[in-house]
């Protein structure tokens, strides 16, 4: 049975090996999610140390997909923090461990992210990926919005790939005060 749960500050250190080992899978597996293979464990360890930070200080959520109590998933929103972008937010590092996909897990991911932006007034939701991956299908299937395609813009292995930026209004904006 699958659990998605929000991650605290209280559970971040205890979390962070997990997560870290997450990411690491997921770049060295092929993922295109800002760092290029093979991903040195504490590389993967910084970058999620900084993440769970952000997330104490309130300026982003990290949901964690557990499987029989193992981390196998996470995803992260970050809240926008200028003026005016209080109603939006970024998904960002939707990841699934290898060992752990095919089971519907990164589209509970994606519909408690939502509903973490909604908790948290955000009514309109960005990301990106690369053309062609599982995770466009995805966002497409989950009424993501194509706003466009950039053209080689993200470095991989062999080559680069075109990014896809998707969009989701999930309600109205709050009106202006």
């Given at each position: 049975?699958?659990q998605i749960?929000?991650?605290?500050?209280?559970?971040?250190?205890?979390?962070?090996?997990?997560?870290?080992?997450?990411?690491?899978?997921?770049?060295?597996?092929?993922?295109?999610?800002?760092?290029?293979?093979?991903?040195?464990?504490?590389?993967?360890?910084r970058?999620?140390?900084?993440?769970?930070?952000a997330?104490?200080?309130?300026?982003?959520?990290?949901l964690?997909?557990?499987?029989?109590?193992?981390?196998?998933?996470?995803?992260?929103?970050?809240?926008?923090?200028?003026?005016?972008?209080?109603?939006?937010?970024?998904?960002?590092?939707?990841?699934?461990?290898?060992?752990?996909?095919?089971?519907?897990?990164?589209?509970?991911?994606?519909r408690?992210?939502?509903?973490?932006?909604?908790?948290a007034g955000?009514?309109?939701?960005?990301?990106?990926?690369?053309?062609?991956?599982?995770?466009?299908?995805?966002?497409?299937r989950?009424?993501?919005?194509?706003?466009?395609?950039?053209?080689?813009?993200?470095?991989?292995p062999n080559?680069?790939?075109?990014t896809?930026?998707?969009?989701?209004?999930?309600?109205?904006?709050?009106?202006?005060?």
């Amino acid at each position: 049975m699958v659990q998605i749960e929000r991650l605290t500050p209280r559970d971040a250190e205890t979390a962070l090996p997990a997560l870290a080992e997450l990411l690491k899978d997921a770049v060295d597996g092929g993922a295109s999610v800002s760092f290029l293979p093979p991903l040195p464990l504490e590389e993967a360890a910084r970058f999620w140390r900084q993440a769970l930070q952000a997330m104490a200080e309130g300026q982003r959520v990290v949901l964690v997909a557990r499987l029989e109590g193992a981390l196998v998933g996470v995803v992260t929103l970050d809240l926008a923090r200028v003026p005016n972008g209080a109603h939006r937010a970024e998904v960002q590092k939707l990841l699934v461990h290898s060992r752990a996909r095919g089971q519907g897990i990164g589209e509970r991911l994606m519909r408690a992210v939502e509903e973490a932006a909604l908790e948290a007034g955000r009514t309109l939701l960005v990301l990106d990926t690369c053309r062609g991956y599982t995770a466009e299908r995805l966002y497409r299937r989950l009424g993501w919005v194509e706003a466009g395609v950039i053209p080689n813009f993200a470095l991989e292995p062999n080559g680069y790939c075109d990014t896809v930026i998707f969009y989701k209004q999930l309600a109205a904006p709050p009106p202006r005060a």
